[in-house]
């Protein structure tokens, strides 16, 4: 499973946005280190708003790629889901969302098993409307596959649940990215 997820870094020439502000009213594919303070992307990685992610100038390395909505599908399926599971929102299935997630780092009692090497972090996320959320306690990550014009599908893990959740966030959202090889 690991040679075809990754965590590698995303490559495009987008901006960096800090201010709250910006990052709020912006339309264009923006990036952002947590809390503004690069100590922390080493170890997270960056929050990219989903513009970054449909930029046509493609955020992931060569050969890689955002994953859609359906490949994170048949993730949640390799890792236990239903098919039924999956296409629903919200928490899904049972212990999912703990098998991704890497045995420390997570708020109290809430680290996984990290039984596929996803080693998925709790890096939090940066909401549209430019603020930090919940480092130590939750991720977020984008799927490739827009709904309507201002939404886009994306995924949840968090400390105090043990699921994996699937819903629908606002393009302007700050949240990581995984890649999937081509």
Known sequence: MEEFWTAKRCYVNILLKRSTSTWHYSTTGAYCNLYNDDKYSDTYGSLYNWYAVNDS????????????????????????MSQSETDDTHWRGTDE???????????????GTDDYAFSALSSGYRGNDGYYNNLGS????????????????????????????????????GFSVRCVKD
């Open 97 to 111: 969302g703990d098998k991704l997630k890497s045995t420390s780092g997570w708020g109290t009692n809430g680290s």
């Open 138 to 173: 939750c991720t977020c990550f984008w799927s490739s596959t827009e709904n309507g014009g201002d939404n886009a599908w994306f995924r949840k893990l968090c400390y105090d649940y043990t699921e994996i959740y699937r819903n629908l966030g606002s393009d302007q959202f």
């Open 57 to 80: 100038r493609n955020i992931a390395p060569e050969g890689w790629h955002v994953p859609t909505d359906e490949e994170w599908k048949q993730l949640e399926m390799y890792v236990g």
